[in-house]
């Protein structure tokens, strides 16, 4: 008995099966949409981060900070960013910042213990972490008190 011919299956989409590229291919589209998108910008220059790639991705906080000057998480992977490039005070400045856009934040009180160590301020480094440490708890405390078992 003969076998029908079939046409070769496609290729898998290499998007729709890898969640990176596809992360990558919305957040290119949202900015071709809108690209004054905060949210895309701050993706962005994650990953550019993460590849190593600090002077862009350092293009991007900033670019994230003029669209949304409040935005700590910005101000403190800006910080990181900086720390990276061993660009320490203007680290430490951004890092001030994001704990004056945000106050109640530990990750913006740890970033600053961070840039006060790498400045070689380790009392300074360590009240700012005595500081993070205590909203953490503070936060923990919030968190349990609204969800008790």
């Not at 990558?24 to 589209?29: A, F, G, K, P």
């Not at 900015?31 to 790639?53: C, K, S, V």
């Not at 856009?101 to 300074?124: I, Q």
Request: glycine share 4%; net charge neutral.
């Amino acid at each position: 008995m003969a076998r029908a011919n079939k046409p070769p299956s496609k290729p898998p989409d290499p998007v729709a099966f890898n969640p990176a590229v596809q992360s990558t291919v919305e957040r290119e589209i949202k900015l071709a949409i809108d690209p004054n998108f905060g949210p895309a910008h701050y993706n962005r220059a994650n990953t550019l981060h993460e590849q190593g790639r600090l002077e862009e991705a350092l293009a991007g906080y900033d670019r994230v900070i003029a669209l949304a000057p409040r935005a700590p998480d910005a101000h403190v992977a800006r910080a990181y960013a900086l720390e990276g490039l061993k660009r320490l005070d203007e680290a430490l400045a951004a890092a001030d910042q994001a704990a004056a856009v945000a106050p109640e934040l530990p990750r913006a009180h740890k970033a600053r213990a961070a840039m006060l160590a790498a400045l070689g301020r380790p009392e300074e480094a360590r009240t700012a972490s005595e500081t993070a440490a205590e909203l953490e708890q503070k936060a923990a405390k919030k968190a349990e008190a609204a969800n008790p078992a």
